[in-house]
């Protein structure tokens, strides 16, 4: 596997790697994880990491200038490694990943797998690192036309990345959509006993009275967490008994100050800062309601199925990708970018707690259901060996 990332950050693209690597170890495959040279070890992974840059050593989180120095160290360690091990498959992350892995495949003659998680282009338009009227994203975009192309086979994040790639990249042979799934021996909602719940909240500086809306990823403008505090502000001045936990990196201090200039205090919104994934469930457990307030069409949203493992009603914005995940279970706020609109759902759900209960009963049962890793090792390991035979 190619990672063209920092691997293992706590949030969203590397949960996926992790938990794929692990579903396919479990189907006695030998997975190799390249990646940049930080993030954090993890047990039981054979992980090799690039050099570092001589200039940088820390790397920001999306879209950046200094990834393409990082990709560049990345390919040379990717290739000294691959002439080494011989690899029969090579499954690039991310666009990086599947371009770095193409020259790779064609050098070893073996297969390519593209696990495509959202458009490069888009999540670019995201962080506001390209402009669409510009000759950058033109050429951009043609890179990308580019790599789709390239190849034996797509795993996409969601249904809709699938259909973005029909759609927009005209790509549908050997396109496979391989929803997120999610671990539920790992999350489940009696990870912590009623007293220690207690204990967690009081810690964290939460009234005892207070319900809490839990949000776990990272803290960015189209994660919809400027939206986020605008709709907490919004129930405070409604004089609503509600804690916002909120769980997450970068940019803590931007945005804690964005929550004082709206008039909330540090009961009203906790900022935790990076979460580590072994304490996730334990930190999810304390809340009554989850926020999904994702403003991005063309990125996975995996924040969703870690709620609805720990059985919490979801409040989320009306996208496909969250209909995927939800289906007729979400709780919906329209249209998207609406902060006020987003209040009103939360102050609707926390108002009926019976509702709420039941809600979040049956969403740990749908992503019991459907979204379960031990089966998608099972799909990718199928993939792989149709691609062998051919």
Known sequence: MIAPTSFFLDYGCHIRILEEARALLAQGLHVRIVTYYLGRDVPGLDIVRCAPTPWRSDYEVGSSRHKIAFDVLLSWKALWTAVRWRPDIIHGHLHEGALIGHMLAKLLRVPLVFDFQGSLTGEMLDHGFLKRDSMAYYWWRRLEERIVEMPDAILTSTVHSAALLADVFKRTQDVYPLPDSVNLDFLFPTCITPEERLQRRAALGIPPERQVVVYLGLLADYQGIPQLLQAAASLRAQGEAVSFLVMGFPQVHHYRQYAHNLGLTDEDVIFTGKMPYEDIPAYLALGDVAAAPKISATE??????????????????????????????????????????????????????DKAAQLGARLRERADRHFSWNRTGRQILRIYEKLWQR
């Open 300 to 353: 996975g949203s995996g924040k969703i199925l870690n709620y609805m493992a720990m059985a919490l009603p979801v409040v989320a914005y009306d996208t496909p990708v969250s209909r995927e995940y939800l289906n007729n279970l979400g709780l919906y706020a329209a249209p998207a970018g609406d902060a006020e609109a987003l209040a009103q759902t939360l102050r609707a759900i926390l108002h009926a707690p």
